[in-house]
């Protein structure tokens, strides 16, 4: 079993970055795929991105693609999710989730409580 705390959201105008974490607990973190996904308000919870146990491959939704960036760090048991060129639809609440590989919700067993992104002028 593992939990997850998500940290990094904020306010940032269109064209800015940001950088979500992930900090996870427990010593079975580097056993899981990590996944980011995002729900903006009366939207579905939607697929962003995953990453499996060793960082070896990498999985984008198209709307992020070029954009984003997810890492890992097993030593420190922490997800990361750089994001550039914002754009005023990213904004959502973040969730970070561990679990299986693949781009679905029932893909992933544990979520974080989320971290709120604004993209605004």
């Known amino acids: 079993q593992v939990q997850v705390v998500e940290s990094g959201g904020g306010l940032v105008q269109p064209g800015g970055s940001l950088r979500l974490s992930c900090a996870a607990s427990?010593?079975?973190?580097?056993?899981?795929?990590m996944g980011w996904f995002r729900q903006a308000p009366g939207k579905e919870r939607e697929f962003v991105a995953a990453i499996n146990w060793s960082a070896s491959t990498t999985l984008y939704a198209d709307s992020v693609k070029g954009r984003f960036t997810i890492s890992r760090d097993n030593a420190k048991n922490t997800l990361y999710l750089q994001m550039n060129s914002l754009k005023p639809e990213d904004t959502a609440v973040y969730y970070c989730a561990a679990g299986r590989w693949g781009a679905e919700r029932y893909d992933y067993d544990y979520w974080g409580q989320g971290t709120q992104v604004t993209v605004s002028s």
């Open positions: 427990g010593r079975t973190f580097n056993r899981y795929a």
